[in-house]
């Protein structure tokens, strides 16, 4: 009686626990109000917004939306559905447009985002950067900070840049992060010699 007891409340826990969800959709203005400017490299018929789930540093599920170009949907997909099967904790997931276009703001926020039209950081000729194509997200970025020199973007990455200390939400050369990641043929920017740990692209840079 007990084991069958014990059997229904598991079925029962399994049957409420949170399922993984997606929606690819268009976007819409508010998701670019700040984010989209006059000259950017694609125009917004060329973006979706992904809304999926994600688990949370509190150990619960909760939705996040992604601005990203419409060819790498289908990967934006797979890639948080393997974090979400791993519970890969993700601090919070909002288009840069909520912070008012900023990406210092996004970044000072722990904001996992992707399409931005800016600049690349750090760059010598002010080429595009791949956000600004929605082609690059970057991940729990205080956890997984841009290593510019003496610069460390955002700033309270510091505390986070010992990487053989593994914590919760960083990116790691073996972690479920950077493969999941790599299993859609994406890129991590801790490679780089200066590093930029919370760095994911379809192109390199």
Do not use: K
């Not at 508010?30 to 490299?41: M, N």
């Not at 939705?63 to 170009?69: D, F």
């Not at 200390?165 to 960083?170: E, L, N």
Request: hydrophobic share 40%.
């Amino acid at each position: 009686m007990r084991v069958a007891a014990l059997a229904a409340a598991l079925g029962l826990a399994a049957a409420q626990a949170p399922v993984f969800r997606a929606d690819v959709a268009a976007v819409r203005w508010q998701e670019l109000r700040h984010s989209y400017r006059a000259g950017c490299p694609v125009p917004p018929s060329a973006l979706r917004t992904v809304r999926l789930s994600y688990w949370g540093f509190d150990g619960r599920a909760h939705e996040g939306t992604l601005v990203v170009s419409s060819r790498v949907t289908a990967d934006v997909v797979a890639i948080f559905r393997r974090l979400y099967e791993a519970r890969f904790p993700i601090r919070r997931m909002q288009p840069v447009s909520a912070y008012r276009g900023s990406d210092d703001a996004s970044m000072a926020a722990d904001n996992t985002s992707s399409f931005n039209c800016r600049r690349a950081v750090g760059s010598a000729t002010g080429s595009w950067s791949s956000h600004a194509y929605g082609l690059a997200i970057d991940v729990n970025p205080v956890e997984n900070p841009y290593v510019l020199g003496s610069h460390v973007l955002p700033p309270s990455g510091r505390a986070y840049l010992n990487r053989s200390r593994a914590r919760p939400g960083m990116a790691t050369r073996s972690g479920v992060l950077v493969r999941a990641f790599a299993s859609r043929g994406w890129t991590w920017g801790g490679r780089w010699n200066a590093p930029d740990y919370q760095h994911f692209s379809t192109t390199g840079g």
